[in-house]
């Protein structure tokens, strides 16, 4: 594939990798290829992962590096993206440019929706989206207008007050580059016109004016001249022959007709987006392959009277593109199948795989015999598509886990004609997709709803004819048979109101569709945030919008991460062997198939360990391979070490273990419980007399709350390099770490080496939410000792799966509880007993209880408060820490008492909320620290004004009243999240700074860079100290070699202590130069370091910062940080769909060091809290396997996914003695605020509830998923499909 090429042969590595099947967009670079018949130059975004080399014969491929760099000049896409502060841990930023700079070379002026299309397959984990688009718009000549006032986004500049002391004006477009298109790469002219050549391979590099770009250019046979292209020369076939595979792109059809004959075997490929994923993730292989994208009569489009036939190699752009034009010219009643076609292609993948994909477009369930197979014969293929325009009523329908860029779970096509001039139903065709192996035709239905007049009985006859035909059986891949069942229902219902609305407006037929259905019948739009506005600025670069350090380096590719580095002389890779039972005795280890392959060095196993071969965490150890027994499906047992990555994975595959099964084996949280197996130590926190508040409380409730775990899918998987020196046992490692010197202690453990003579690198991450700490320094072990074993460096890159299998994430919990509480809400009592999975070890579970039960009070004053926490020991990998560490599940649970209590008093939440609140200026915590919160109730005050919270739920009530399938609701909750390590040995840190004689800086520091800005900020705090500009600091990276024993960089706490440490260290210098500045005060900066050089004043010092305290005293966190948050939803009750529709956040961050960093955590954290509590599920079956690996099955908010109203305020005049220059800790705490959202769903759904007469209390868990929303709305519909609770099957996947 293209990309392996770049990133490994060319050694361009600015396009990343980060899932290998197309759903990420970290590959995206630009395709270019000249169109003969539209004499045109074409350009498309694509995923190079995806791309077949040998398809690109004939085109130009531009990648990152081409289109600007810090060295030569910027485009000024990059220069945006990244003074805009849309890049943060920068590994999702090439593709983003990529995407970015295709559209404009498409279109100069896009609109805001090209840009939102564009970038739909683009995921950032980091930023939340909005400040790249801040970035993007500026391209724009419109002013988006805000939907729901009016305004131009611009104008609605409420979220920094002009009084505020930070700098609010967090992206200026002066002196920005502007967009010049003649500046852009002129398309080779020797893919347009030329001659033939030799049988070579070529790549270069060409310097046009200044820049520097990529092309490649496969001079393979010959090139086609302009002449065969245009058709006057014969084309001839193209054969390419690589190790494995033969590759044929036939000279023209009837060359292709005649292939297909003699290898009917052989795939025909054209966009490669379903072979590709499957030879990149399951090792498949196809020894022939014949590429159709270059058939001209594949390509074909013909418009004819009633419709237009479009060639079967056209992509799905192309596709769109015609009936764009066909919607254009027909008008919108000639045009309805074109329209459906539209809207179901708009949200079918993404923008890049769209430009590379061929259409399956066909209504006909005799085409689609089987799940993945056609009725075509293996030597037959699909010419052409004919696609009518002349049916009256037609219509599309599509529910996806996340609105854009995922498989549908359910599909529809619908049509209806009629007799002339009346209702009754001349023909009837309804299509499912997602109920069965293939496309289902409701035949019987349809025949027998023909004849029928279409009035309200054909919908109850419709409906129930539909219920009985259409079966999904309880095993169907994929699970959720009940919702399905109801969609197809709902999507039935759907179809009648738009139809009876359209006969409506034509006077045909007497139905009468209530006004309050209509809205149903609106689907979402896909809106784009908008932007953050502005404050006042100054001159110091603390408290400015700094751009983050690395930031242009990110947007030009130049940035580098762990697997960017070149390889090293002789170096090999290592590729894990996992186990696939959860729990079984290891019979045997059978590696000898493996070692036989090509290219494969060695196998390792536990007795390959010279040290220990166990990872100890507080005295809870953890085996890095398993030796006698495997505990979890995904646990490490061996390694693979071999030549090139590919042949590592192939072998590790080859790997024969034979097991023998142990009982028990369970995996979730009811079942632990069952079994009563819980890790030590149980802990409870206690304060008041809970017997005394139960006894006087004028109502007891009962209840509990789950929540699902998350994937951290940071963009950048884990891996390593290590390198040994070859001398006393050194050992270098470059490593994606979050915390260096425990990776160099367990490397030393495991080899038997004092850690002095171990390194660890840590450049950047891309991205790590916590991720990073623990498992990382397992495969480093792991790939440390492969690195001993053969005395040669060693790379381990996991792939995406394998990532998700072994390094698991956030811990499911569930909160049972019981509440005392009076007839105002005011919680007199709560005894919450917390449940964690924790998985098959400890990891760090027991601390993230801990932080969970420290959290559990939020910010109210529960007289009598108890908790007792309990980590489950079940068969899955063990769950590990993630941003919130147990924050938010411990927040989220007294939320939902909250919201309950409110719902049985039958008053609104945020009144409960605001009665139960601590309020006194000195308040002590339940863990009995003492807080004042006076910047909370500010928070909480400032975002119920700012929200025009009261207002709208007026607005809100009024919608839902005049609305029966769509409900709106609205929820805001209040914060207090701790700050820095409950281990109070953790809160330390160290910094290197170093003056050299040019008066250049340099700090080393214990913190790691994973995009959160902690390098700005340290240089920020030193350009401050030694009145420096930021421009002569440097930091280089985080080395154990430089800064010993630092803590992990987590716990929200890195910066501050960091920034400390290096505020201390640049004072010391400081003092020490004091006495030379004095004595010559006109002296510059260099001349004042070379005085003191020649003095014997040492210009290096180290900087140290500590925090004491004793748990035991009640202080379990340095100081808090506070803030408030409010959301709006809207739900579609008949498919379970919902729409984020505005988040006021108030956040308290002390006195900013850099708002835009600040700003740019509460919306990256916010997103990852979207994402944990409404689309992010993990699935897992019953065997215990995770179901959902990689982007196309696990869904992370994506730009559909963030509000279009997002206004983030920073707290006014706040102040915070505790932390450098007044600032607070802000990484963690804003993943909570996404369960506003959750609870405004619920709110929603209450209201929908209550009108059909149902109880507003109801069974409802986190993540709210569509499934759920859809399920709890319940109606006729859900009531016409009970489950057979007499059958019991296998269920596709548990609730862990
Ligand atoms: C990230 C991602 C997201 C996706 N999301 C969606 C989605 O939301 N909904 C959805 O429906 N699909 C989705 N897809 C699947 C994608 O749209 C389909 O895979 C696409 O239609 C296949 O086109 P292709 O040209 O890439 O096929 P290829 O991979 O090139 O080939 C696919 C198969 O079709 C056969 N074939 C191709 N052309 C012909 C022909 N003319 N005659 C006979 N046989 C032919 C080939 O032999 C091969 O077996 C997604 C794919 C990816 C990678
Ligand atoms: S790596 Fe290509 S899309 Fe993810
Ligand atoms: S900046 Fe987008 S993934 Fe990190």
Known sequence: MLLAYLRRKVGLTGTKYGCGGGGCGACTVMVSRYDPIQETVLHWSVTACLQPICSLHGAAVVTVEGIGSTKTKLHPVQERIAKAHGSQCGFCTPGMVMSMYTLLRNNPQPTMEDIRETLGGNLCRCTGYRPIIDGFKTFCNVRTVNSSNGKCCMENSNSHNNESDISGELFSMDNVLPLDPTQDLIFPPELLVSKPCVLVVANRK???????????????????????????????????QGEKVRWISPADLKDLIKLKAEYSNAPLLVGNTTIGPKMNLKGTVHPLVLYGGSIPELRTIKWRNNGVTVGAGCSLSVLKDVLLQGIEELGPEKSRVYQALVQTLQCLASKQIRNMAVSKICLSEEFFTDFGKTALRPDEILLAIDIPHSRPFVSAFRQAQRREFSFSIVNSGMRVTFRHDSNVVENLDIFYGGVGPTLVKARHTCKELMGRKWDEKLLVVGTQLLEEEIYVPPTAPGGQEEYRKALVLSFFFKFYMQVTLELQQKEVGMNDLPLEYLSALKPFKNEVPQLVPETQSSNDPVGRPNVHQAALQQATGEAVYYDDIPSVKGELFVSMVTSTRAHAKIISIDASMALAMSGVVTFISAKDVPGQNRRLWFNNPEELFAEEEVICVGQIIGAIVAETREQAKRASEQVDITYEDIQPVFFTIEEAIEHQSFFDPKRKLERGNLEEGFEKADHILEGELYMGGQEHFYMETQGLIAIPKGEAGELELYVASQHAAYTQVLVGITLGIDSNKITCHVKRLGGGFGGKVMKIASLSAIAATAAYKTGRAVRCVLEREDDMLITSGRSPFLGKYKVGYLNDGTILAADITYYSNGGCTLDESSFIMEKALLHMDNGYKIPNLRGHGLVCKTYLPSYTAFRGFGGPQGLTIIESVLHEVAARCGLPAHQVRDINMYKDEKCYTHHKQLFSPHDMVRCWNECLEKSDYTHRCLSIKQFNAHNHWKKRGISIVPLKFGIGFSKGFYNQVAALVNIYKDGSVLISHGGTEMGQGINTKAIQIASR????????????????????????????????????????????????????????????????????????????????????????????????????????????????????????????????????????????????????????????????????????????????????????HLLRNADNPHAIYSSKGIGEPPVFFGCTLFFAIKEAIAAARRERGLSESFPFSSPATAEKIRMACEDCFTRMNPPDRKVKTKPWAINV
Request: with cysteine; net charge neutral; proline share 5%.
């Open 206 to 240: 060409v310097n046009i004016s200044g820049h520097y770009f990529f092309i490649l250019f496969f001079y393979l046979h010959f090139i086609p001249s302009f002449q065969q292209i245009m058709g006057k020369k014969k084309a001839e076939r193209l054969c390419f």
């Open 1025 to 1208: 100290i030694l009145k420096v500009p930021m421009s002569s600091i440097h930091i280089k990276e985080t080395c154990t070699g430089n800064v010993p024993n630092a803590a992990p960089s987590a716990a929200s706490f890195g910066t501050d202590a960091v920034g400390m440490a290096v505020k201390d260290g640049c004072e010391k210098l400081m003092r020490r130069l004091e006495p030379l500045i004095k004595k010559h005060p006109q002296f510059t900066w260099q001349q004042l370091v070379v005085e003191a050089y020649c003095q014997k004043i040492s210009l290096s010092a180290t900087g140290f910062f500590m925090y004491a305290f004793n748990l035991s005293d009640g202080n379990a966190y340095y100081y808090f940080t506070f803030g408030a948050c409010c959301s709006e939803v809207e739900i579609d009750c008949l498919t379970g769909d919902h729409k984020n529709i505005r988040t006021d956040i108030v956040m308290d961050v002390g006195r900013s060091i850099n708002p835009a960093l600040d700003v740019g955590q509460v919306e990256g954290g916010f997103v990852q809290g979207i994402g944990l509590y409404t689309i992010e599920e993990l699935q897992f079956s019953p065997e215990g396997v995770l179901l959902t690996r990689g982007p196309s099955r696990y869904k992370i908010p994506a730009l559909c996914d963030i509000p279009p109203q997002l206004n983030v």
